[in-house]
């Protein structure tokens, strides 16, 4: 098979047409800006991929099965390539893509834009809990077996799997949501009148968690299904804050089904509705206000458009601002130090991943109480780090996540990526090292 000497657009447009993906998947799958695989797309062998995103290409042309190199030599020959071993330069007049799109770039060492080196060509399932009972008891949930639970027990079974799950106890997670799913029915069914609102917001809730525990795992179709539960049970109790509540977990689950922009507008529109009908007097309000738009400016980063996703964090930090502290009211971890691992993540998912472990450096980590947000944190900073070339500190830093919460590391498909990249990318003792810690840990390469 001919090597690419130097990749163009149109031979990376080839490459997508030859693994029959969209400009969104291929973009997802090298790690890049979505315009900037449309603009390689549609400038073709005037523009060139920056450095980092031509061995990103090697990677995946490498990795490519026969079929899809057949097809890919195909595309070129028929006259959508670029330059081949043996074959002309690109024209004169092709500029190199810079990976800014337009933006501008500081060209420092603090802010580096980069954009990860390598997707792996197919991800296997990481090592996760079993769900199947879960999604049994989602899907047609049996009447419980045992004693029917009063509403105090039900509300304290709920608290306890939220807490479960903040702490990354995915195992007791599970447990409990396949015991209390069945027991809904017959909680509400016992309820006073002036009780149902309270019990569709423990409703609300549990879809709430079992949605974010699918998320954690990769069902994402099935999250949507849970979310939806969710939803529509915090419309029923006529709570403005459990509708808020709830349209945070629609709101992800629409992001890990890849549609950004539906996120960005349903976070909007709800914070919008919360704050005029509550005019955020109570600080469950405001940290649910704020947590929602934190929501909505990560779907605005993944969909790449920086300008609301900044928005978005400055509006975050005005409402922690108002709020004072850094609390967990309503289940959201919400205050000033939740903002900040937020500006981590969405410098990140900008490509900014210098500027993601400069502000990374600037957390107080005795501030994060929660060990889902913690050990996020450090999945970050390793994802940030691994972007960066700097495969050691990668390392150190996933090591650092999984002591805090073991089974965060083994659930994610995230964390499995990096642990790939990192086998793949670092050398030496370093990949030696990380596909050790992959092993120990149980993490799926």
Known sequence: MATVTTWT?????????????????????????????????????????????????????????????????????AGTSGATTGAARPQAGAHADTGDDGDGGS????????????????????????????????ISPAHS???????????????????????????RVLDRLVTLLPSLEAVKSGAECEQRSQVEVLA????????????????????????????????????????????????HALMGSGHDAQAVALASNAADSLDRETRLALTDAVAVYGALVLRGAIAAARGDDRDTAHAMLDEATRAATRLGYDGNDRWTGFGATNVLLHRVNIALTLGDA?????????????????????????????????????????????????EVAPEEIRCRPTVQRIASDLTVLATGSVRTAAAGFAQSTGIRL
């Open 107 to 138: 060209g420092s060492d603090g802010d580096v834009r980069r954009r990860d080196l390598l997707r792996r060509a197919a991800i296997s399932v990481a090592a996760a809990p079993n769900v199947a009972p879960l999604l049994d008891a989602l």
């Open 354 to 402: 210098g500027t993601a472990i400069a502000i990374a450096r600037t957390v107080r980590l005795e501030k994060v109480t929660l060990a889902e947000r913690k050990a996020s944190l450090f999945v970050d900073v390793a994802r940030a780090y691994t972007q960066w070339g700097r495969y050691e500190h990668g390392l150190s830093a996933l090591r650092t996540a999984y």
């Open 204 to 251: 609300a809730d549990l879809y709430h968690v079992v949605g974010s525990v699918l998320l954690k795992v990769g069902d994402r179709g099935m999250a949507l299904v849970a979310a939806e539960r969710s939803t529509r049970a915090a419309a029923m109790s006529q709570d403005p804050v459990a509708i808020a509540a709830s349209a945070r977990i629609m709101t």
């Open 9 to 77: 657009g149109q031979d990376a447009n080839a490459l997508r047409s030859a693994l029959r993906m969209s400009v969104t998947a291929f973009a997802e799958h090298l790690g890049a800006a979505r315009r900037t695989v449309a603009k390689w797309s549609s400038q073709g062998d005037n523009v060139r991929p920056r450095a980092d995103m031509q061995a990103a290409l090697d990677t995946v042309l490498s990795r490519a099965t026969p079929e899809v190199r057949e097809r890919f030599e195909a595309l070129r020959t």
């Open 145 to 171: 077996d045992g004693a029917a639970l009063s509403l105090p027990q039900f509300s304290r079974a709920v608290a306890a799997a939220k807490i479960d799950y903040q702490a990354c106890r995915y195992g």
